[in-house]
């Protein structure tokens, strides 16, 4: 089955700075990776997603790119605010089954220090 | 539109308790599932169901029972509570297109569950 690594576990950046958290994937049959952020104290929440039929997606302030290659995609988000700070997931799948076939990442823990 | 609702959101079982966390959207979603999540392991799968009557096995089931008998609902059974099942859960949903961009999870927002 599919098999997903994340990291870091932990990243703290000054607000206002960049960050990065990167995965990557064993099934190279995979192509649909969405990212999902926790809020303390609240389910996950999807914030972005992307299909391999493209390397990069925007959303404002947070991008996702993939290199299918490498089989490995990463979630930046630029100019951090204190609302980033939350566990953000990344995760894997076919796009062509259901969400029963979603693997996720181990979690990533962002503080945004101001 | 209230989402996906999961009750209790603490529980403190002893072991070999048993007890029901309940999940249900307002969604009409064919998609629902349960996760735990455990520090360091991510969000593992219980157990699924795509629609009413229909349930399957995903990563960790063992201890577990779940029913769909409606759309909207699916209860997740502990039958005797071990120390090992302390865990947040998680109740998710969503469309089921195969495929079709409209496949979001939306997440309850938890049960904190501690077995002593």
């Known amino acids: 089955g599919e098999n997903v690594e994340q990291h870091p576990s932990t990243l703290s950046v000054q607000e206002g700075d960049s960050a990065v958290i990167k995965c990557t994937y064993s099934d190279s049959a995979s192509n649909y990776f969405p990212w999902y952020k926790q809020e303390l104290g609240k389910g996950p929440q999807l914030i972005i997603d992307i299909r391999s039929n493209v390397g990069e997606k925007k959303d404002q302030r947070i991008a996702v790119t993939l290199n299918k290659t490498a089989k490995h995609f990463s979630l930046h988000i630029t100019e951090t605010q204190p609302e980033d700070s939350a566990v953000y997931f990344c995760a894997a799948r076919l796009s062509n089954f259901g969400n029963e076939k979603l693997t996720f990442g181990t979690g990533t823990r962002l503080t945004i220090i101001p | 539109n209230a989402g996906v609702t999961q009750t209790p959101k603490f529980q403190v079982l002893k072991t070999g308790q048993s007890m029901t966390l309940q999940c249900a959207q307002d969604?009409?979603?064919?998609?629902m599932s349960w996760y735990r999540q455990d520090p360091g392991m991510g969000l593992r799968l219980i157990h699924y169901s795509v629609g009413a009557g229909i349930t399957d096995q995903g990563e960790v089931p063992n201890g577990y029972n779940v029913s769909r008998s409606t759309t909207e609902d699916f209860p997740l059974r502990l039958l005797s509570a071990a120390p090992s099942q302390t865990s947040v859960y998680f109740c998710a949903s969503s469309y089921r297109s195969l495929g079709g961009a409209d496949e979001k999870l939306f997440f309850g927002s938890g049960t904190q569950l501690s077995v002593l």
């Open positions: 969604m009409n979603h064919e998609y």
